[in-house]
């Protein structure tokens, strides 16, 4: 492989947390193992480690492999090239030099961005802008400084190339031949890092560095684990959400080939064999009488009418602009609209699964996830050890969108292990993953705007009704504050208008909800678009040029936004095509599209969108636009087929057939325009998903004159996506 890119390796474990470098002999090469203050939270401790290594970022081998423990879960989205990069950059090595292992669970490892060990948010970039890049620079000065101090000479006068420091008359020291003498040196507090109009890496297109791996197949996913005596589970779960196990008849099961033991556990019935298809089959032979529970008449009639009754209660308020109620009572003109969203499976390529392999003496779990920590309690308390007894391998993820945020798939994977007393890999079937998701929240949300007597736009207030993923995930969140990942896209309201307000009103629905790309900026971008549009019409207004009249206090909000009218050609599309626009902020990225439709036969279809973005100082341009490009697929699959059904309790799609999502004869023409920038790198990864839907939205009015308020746009319209 190009760069050594190694998921499946075991990484460094952690022992320290005071943040101090040191040095370690590690296949008889001397390793510079750099534990920086920039790179965890300081005066954090989670106790020793397992293997006896210190928390490290940073390792230079005497044979000068540089390897990077990067700490965010490699899903596609390609931190496992975008970060080394940034510690590239201030080292001053090539990119292709680097290995890449993925870090363990450990404080040093938190993401500052969200207060805890994940991969999510869009944060990874903007996590360790400052951070990554500061541990480079530390590392360099102190190799120089032991070269320095070899030679005698000024630091000043040294350079690094071509992993080794160079002195002016010539005379080179490689990393590997330095770093013994580095790790003795203290870590300098006071770098200077580079300017970015002297960026040789970041900024620039580079080769992913997983690329090779994925095209040979050495490449480790969680599916591709395999340990010597490995066994294979099936689990049986309830079809009602939320039941549970009252009785088991598992003599057929245990009399078919294969078939090692069956084993209840929290979450429901494992069958054990010696292959994955022997281990499902048999799954399917058990008798098992479920006890549906609370949710048995569960449907989602059932839950709108629960979101609507709850919408009339008062909710917290998340932002108060002004009165927002006595301008609406004085309006001369008012408008409402109430907006629904559904519930929506994560719908990864990779269904879940886990290996597991419990011993008296610890246990190791090889899993696609995105909270090492999470994934280290959830292991630990079903194995009934110590979190510290428990490594976490992170393997490549087929695919995460949030889904593998939640850990509900590694307990039973543990326990059977444990109850075998061998290796054991967990696979849920495509049928199993989707029956069985944290599913994305549905919401109903309802916009009132006024308009004063000169006709000028005077209040607009917004009341959100939905679930809380948060209160379940991490609920002293919300002891303390309204629900962030419930009112994003909307609390953040960019229009000048005097009297604003937005109220978030929790209402559960009896099943988990999970956070899903975007979390509530895809659910909120498409109430205020959707509704800013309204506004528009409602005033006989260009719908660009309204919201433009409004964004003065915005530079970076116009600027995207007259960008995407431009590189659209607004207001000239072709005949029999029609134009919606939308604007954004979110994960710190500004952002506008353009979509273009037609309805040829009374069959929609998207013909063309252009998105223009602002996300500050780009690290690698190519990610960026693969991000940009694939959020918008993305979110066009929900915006046109995506919803769960639930009949009773129980999930109606099982697969892609009955959950459809966009294929390749369907993509309209996608065009990434990103704008150079400087400011703070903003994220990339999530909110083009959220951008789609109401532009889509609003170019369907355009070219219909009805009005969607809810989605998808094919099962409320009787439109089907055309070919």
Not at 130 to 157: C, F, H, N, S, V
Not at 164 to 177: I, M, Q, R, Y
Not at 253 to 278: D, L, N, R
Not at 679 to 694: K, Q
């Amino acid at each position: 492989m190009n760069a050594r890119v190694q998921p499946g390796a075991e990484p460094a474990g952690l022992e320290r947390r005071d943040f101090l470098k040191a040095s370690l002999l590690v296949g008889g090469g001397l390793v510079l193992g750099v534990s920086l203050g920039a790179c965890g939270k300081p005066g954090a401790s989670a106790g020793p480690a397992l293997g006896g290594q210190p928390n490290a970022w940073l390792r230079i081998g005497g044979d000068n492999t540089i390897t990077v423990l990067v700490d965010r879960s490699e899903m596609g989205q390609g931190v496992y090239t975008s970060l080394p990069t940034l510690l590239a950059e201030e080292l001053g090595v090539p990119l292709a030099k680097i290995s890449v292992e993925a870090a363990p669970p450990g404080d040093a490892y938190i993401n500052a961005l969200i207060g805890a060990q994940v991969t999510g948010g869009s944060t990874s970039v903007r996590d360790a802008y400052q951070k990554l890049r500061l541990a480079g620079a530390q590392a360099r000065t102190m190799l120089i400084g032991a070269a320095a101090e070899r030679w005698k000479l000024d630091p000043a006068t040294l350079v690094v190339a071509d992993v080794a420091v160079k002195a002016p008359n010539g005379d080179s020291l490689t990393f590997g031949e330095l770093a013994e003498a580095a790790a003795k040196r203290p870590v300098p507090k006071d770098v200077v890092l580079k300017d970015a109009k002297d960026f040789s890496l970041v900024g620039k297109p580079q080769p992913r560095l997983d690329t090779p791996s994925k095209v040979d197949g050495s490449a480790e996913y969680g599916l591709d684990v395999k340990r010597p005596g490995m066994k294979y589970a099936a689990l049986a779960q309830s079809p009602v959400l939320g039941g549970t196990v009252k009785s088991v008849d598992a003599a057929v099961a245990e009399k078919m080939p294969g078939v090692i033991k069956v084993v209840t556990t929290k979450s429901g019935v494992a069958v054990v064999a010696e292959h994955y298809w022997q281990a499902h089959t048999a799954r399917d032979a058990l008798k098992i009488e479920w006890d549906a529970g609370a949710n048995g008449k569960l449907d989602n009639a059932v839950i709108h009418a629960g979101l609507k009754d709850a919408a009339k209660g008062t909710g917290q308020s998340a932002r108060k602009d002004g009165d927002s109620g006595a301008a609406l009572k004085a309006a001369a003109k008012k408008v409402t609209a109430t907006y629904e969203l559904p519930l929506l499976a994560h719908a990864t390529m990779e269904p879940m699964n886990c290996t597991a392999d419990v011993r008296a003496d610890g246990c190791d779990v090889y899993v696609g996830t995105q909270v090492q920590g999470i994934a280290q309690g959830a292991a630990a308390a079903a194995a009934a050890m110590k979190p510290e007894q428990v490594r976490i391998h992170t393997t490549l993820l087929g695919g995460g969108f949030g889904r593998r945020l939640e850990v509900d798939f590694i307990p039973a994977a543990v326990e059977v292990s444990k109850a075998v007393g061998a290796p054991v890999k967990l696979i849920w079937s495509r049928e199993d993953d989707m029956t069985h998701d944290a599913y994305r929240p549905p919401a109903l949300d309802s916009a009132t705007a006024g308009f004063d007597a000169h006709g000028a736009l005077n209040a607009v207030a917004i009341t959100l009704t939905s679930p809380s993923i948060t209160a379940r995930m991490f609920p002293p969140v919300v002891e303390k504050m309204v629900d962030p990942f419930a009112i994003e896209a909307a609390a953040n309201f960019l229009y000048d208008v005097p009297n604003v307000s937005v109220d978030y009103i929790r209402h559960e629905i009896g099943i988990n909800v999970g956070y899903w790309r975007s979390v509530s900026h895809a659910l909120n971008c498409f109430v205020v678009e959707s509704f800013m549009d309204e506004l528009a019409h409602a005033t006989a207004k260009d719908p660009y040029q309204f919201r433009r009249a409004l964004l003065a206090k915005q530079p970076r909000a116009l600027k995207v936004l007259d960008e995407a009218a431009r590189l659209a050609d607004w207001g000239k599309a072709p005949a029999g095509r029609h134009q919606g626009i939308a604007l954004m902020e979110g994960y710190g990225t500004y952002l506008a599209a353009v979509a273009e439709v037609s309805v040829p036969g009374g069959k929609l279809k998207v013909e063309r969108i252009v998105c223009v973005v602002d996300c500050g100082q780009t690290v690698n341009p190519g990610i960026v636009d693969q991000q940009i490009t694939s959020g918008m697929v993305f979110g066009l699959s929900a915006a046109l087929f995506g919803e769960i059904h639930l009949d009773g309790g129980k999930v109606r799609e099982t697969n892609f057939d009955t959950f459809r999502v966009l294929r390749l004869n369907e993509v309209p023409s996608l065009e990434a325009h990103v704008l150079p920038g400087t400011d703070a790198p903003g994220g990339i990864g999530e909110p083009t998903t959220a951008i789609v839907a109401p532009a889509v939205a609003n170019a369907l009015f355009a070219a219909t004159g009805n009005r969607v308020r809810a989605l998808p746009f094919g099962a409320r319209l009787g439109l089907a996506q055309g070919a």
